[in-house]
């Protein structure tokens, strides 16, 4: 099912550990259509940067538990995925954070994960963003996600953010 010009409901929903899991990841009429307007609000993106690629999307609350995650994750009320851009074969993550910044738009949560971020220095080449937009009320807050020395993850926020 195409959930705009680009996403389909299946870059939303798929899931290697359900599969291997025997876990329903299917989302409910309600459910489809959250995604499809978050689907809509991450066409905008797609549109000026180019191919997205959703490495998480919908979680059932099951399917979030087996992978060590909250139920009460945005993955699993249709709100949030994790994202991934790729131009020429190499990943460039930033390029995501940076579009939804240039383009002013509203989000709930923008978390820059992993890669080259420490305690002290924001990222330029995240492992991935993870990206959160609701119907209202949405924070438009950016994190960062890293580890500590005891290879925790912790939050903090970006150092050299700029109000969008």
Known sequence: ?????????????RSATALRLNINNTPTKEGIIKLRLLATFLQTIRDRLGALRITSGY???????????????QHCRYEAVDLQYFKRGKMDNIKIYETLVNLGLDFDQCIL????????????????IHLSWKVTDNRREVLIAYKDENNKTKYRPLIKYNSI
């Open 113 to 128: 994960e992993f890669g080259n971020a420490t305690e002290y220095i924001d990222p330029t080449h995240p492992d991935w």
């Open 1 to 13: 099912m195409r959930l705009t010009k680009n996403f389909t409901i299946n870059e939303f929903t």
């Open 59 to 73: 979680r059932s609350p099951q399917l979030s538990k087996a992978i060590g995650s909250s139920s009460n994750s």
